[in-house]
């Protein structure tokens, strides 16, 4: 216990002892650290209170949205990514953010070119490259599908829904070997809709609109 509370004062510490750039970056990975976690009310409130004092901050206002979003506030969401846009139009996680919400509202030509200006701002962005699987998967373009889901595992190799996402595209496109491959990837990156796979892949969950 001792130890615990040692920690947490050395912690406090460090913080207040950073520059107000760094000290702002350590308090919004704190919060992604909920976010990542799942904790998405407790996130909520600590990024509305750091945005209260820090209105210009790009990265609270998109992580904001990426909250919003899993809170189903779609509209507060995409007015989040906006404010985020505002202070960088090249901000490459919140036009993805943007891609998703115009997505759930069923634009998937809007959603896209959402994808694709977030590469153009920033060309390495994994996540872009697989939420473009999620729309050639819509689309029933399947080849594109692979084609976006290989290039967003080769930049980067440890993120599970990334895995998933090309495991689907594999399977729609009739790789099995490389379905169950990715899947057994996912699986083992602890890929929190892991049990969705196998239902998508014997056509028990349905991803398409018809």
Not at 91 to 97: P, Q, Y
Not at 106 to 126: E, H, L, V
Request: proline letters at 2%; a positive charge; aromatic letters at 12%.
């Amino acid at each position: 216990m001792k130890t615990k509370i040692a920690c947490f004062f050395f912690c406090l510490l460090f913080v207040f002892s950073c520059n107000d750039e760094t000290r702002n970056i350590l308090i919004i990975n704190q919060i992604d650290r909920l976010f990542q976690e799942g904790k998405y009310e407790q996130a909520k409130t600590s990024i509305d209170s750091f945005i209260n004092l820090n209105s210009k901050n790009e990265l609270a206002w998109t992580l904001k949205g990426q909250i919003e979003e899993k809170l189903d506030n779609n509209q507060s969401a995409a007015e989040a990514y906006n404010k985020a846009l505002e202070i960088n139009p090249k901000a490459a996680k919140a036009l993805t953010g943007m891609g998703i919400i115009s997505r759930k509202n069923g634009d998937y030509d809007q959603s896209a070119g959402y994808y694709y200006k977030a590469i153009k701002a920033n060309p390495n962005y994994a996540p872009a490259y697989s939420s473009l699987v999620t729309i050639e998967l819509k689309r029933k373009n399947f080849e594109n599908a692979v084609k976006f889901g290989k290039k967003g595992y080769l930049l980067e190799k440890e993120d599970p829904v990334i895995i998933a996402n090309l495991s689907i595209a594999y399977h729609f496109f009739g790789d099995t070997v490389n379905r169950d491959r990715y899947y057994e990837m996912a699986k083992k990156l602890k890929y929190r809709n892991i049990k969705a796979l196998p239902l998508i892949f014997i056509g028990e969950v349905n991803i398409f609109d018809n």
